[in-house]
T-cell receptor, first 113, second 115 residues
Framework: DGGITQSPKYLFRKEGQNVTLSCEQNLNHDAMYWYRQDPGQGLRLIYY???????QKGDIAEGYSVSREKKESFPLTVTSAQKNPTAFYLCASSTTGTGYGYTFGSGTRLTVV | AQSVTQLGSHVSVSEGALVLLRCNYS??????LFWYVQYPNQGLQLLLKYTSAATLVKGINGFEAEFKKSETSFHLTKPSAHMSDAAEYFC?????????????FGDGTTLTVKP
């Protein structure tokens, strides 16, 4: 079955450490997105990509980086510059164009220790 | 510009009662509208969507929503709540050819179902 796989499900980061969250999809979707979810704040867009080798900043890109070298993959790196990284991170994908909605992965919960 | 406002961050109903979750949108062009459901520690799942066809949209798990242009609303309803409906619900809007087709999400409404 097609879908989006995020890994790991739980991740612990030490202060000053970079970590990378994986997102892979086999839906043949062109567009992919990364969201951050904090209690009571809904979903905030970090980065998005509509085509391979191209991506744009979302509303809260500072302290994060991404790459889109393959259509299927859109990894997110949380750098040491992100001062408050503890959150639930969601990856999503969609068919190009509007009206289709997003397919979401099951999320990665990142905790700073 | 596009935006979504979900009225009420928490809604509590008794099992078997009507569920009504409110969503109002703002969009400078005709919108596409979505409702998603999220269970604890999981991703979001698409419940239903409005894409300018019928104004009354039926989705999964017995939910439906009605697009009312005059009220800029897209409220989610279910005639009879079930314990398994307890979750967080998100309304979202996107618009053709604006904002790169990205969806804008509301802050979510947590639905509690009492036995």
């Amino acid at each position: 079955d097609g879908g989006i796989t995020q890994s790991p499900k739980y991740l612990f980061r030490k202060e000053g450490q970079n970590v990378t969250l994986s997102c892979e999809q086999n839906l043949n979707h062109d567009a992919m997105y990364w969201y951050r979810q904090d209690p009571g704040q809904g979903l905030r867009l970090i980065y998005y990509s509509q085509i391979v080798n191209d991506f744009q900043k979302g509303d809260i890109a500072e302290g994060y980086s991404v790459s889109r070298e393959k259509k299927e993959s859109f990894p997110l790196t949380v750098t040491s510059a992100q001062k408050n990284p503890t959150a639930f991170y969601l990856c999503a994908s969609s068919t190009t164009g509007t009206g289709y909605g997003y397919t979401f992965g099951s999320g990665t919960r990142l905790t700073v220790v | 510009a596009q935006s979504v406002t979900q009225l009420g961050s928490h809604v509590s109903v008794s099992e078997g009662a009507l569920v009504l979750l409110r969503c109002n949108y703002s969009s400078s062009v005709p919108p596409y509208l979505f409702w998603y459901v999220q269970y604890p520690n999981q991703g979001l799942q698409l419940l239903l969507k409005y894409t300018s066809a019928a104004t009354l949209v039926k989705g999964i798990n017995g939910f439906e929503a009605e697009f009312k242009k005059s009220e800029t609303s897209f409220h989610l309803t279910k005639p009879s709540a079930h314990m398994s409906d307890a979750a967080e619900y998100f309304c979202a809007v996107s618009s053709f050819n604006t904002n790169a087709g990205k969806s804008t999400f509301g802050d979510g409404t947590t639905l509690t179902v009492k036995p």
